[in-house]
């Protein structure tokens, strides 16, 4: 079974930076996307960004050109820095692995964190 377990949240004021952590316990097959998405009150589970398993990088609208998402399998951790941050960066951010089909979608992801509250002021 696998465990993803989020760490790095908390608040930052504008233009500031955070770096997010998931270790992925348990992982020891690497299958499908592994994905940052976010979530506010009142909105849906968006992607923040994705790594394809061919490697390949996508980022959601207004995460574009500011934040990176990386996986070091030595750690067995991903990771989303935030740079530039923004008071609309503001939400619940969940990890996902093992993302199946459209990668950008969050019901095709088999697992998930608890989730790290990000708040920018």
């Known amino acids: 079974h696998v465990q993803l377990v989020e760490s790095g949240g908390g608040s930052v004021q504008a233009g500031g930076s955070l770096s997010l952590s998931c270790a992925a316990r348990?992982?020891?097959?690497?299958?499908?996307?592994l994905a940052w998405f976010r979530q506010v009150p009142g909105k849906e589970r968006g992607m923040v960004a994705q790594?394809?398993?061919?490697?390949?990088?996508h980022y959601g609208g207004t995460a574009k050109g500011r934040f990176t998402i990386s996986w070091d399998n030595a750690k067995n951790t991903l990771y989303l820095q935030m740079n530039s941050s923004k008071p609309l960066d503001t939400a619940m951010y969940y990890c996902?692995?093992?993302?199946?089909?459209?990668?950008?979608?969050?019901?095709?992801?088999?697992?998930w964190g608890q989730g790290t509250q990000v708040t920018v002021s």
């Open positions: 996902a692995a093992e993302g199946g089909g459209l990668c950008r979608r969050a019901d095709n992801y088999k697992y």
């Open positions: 348990g992982y020891t097959q690497r299958s499908g996307c």
């Open positions: 790594i394809q398993d061919d490697g390949m990088k």
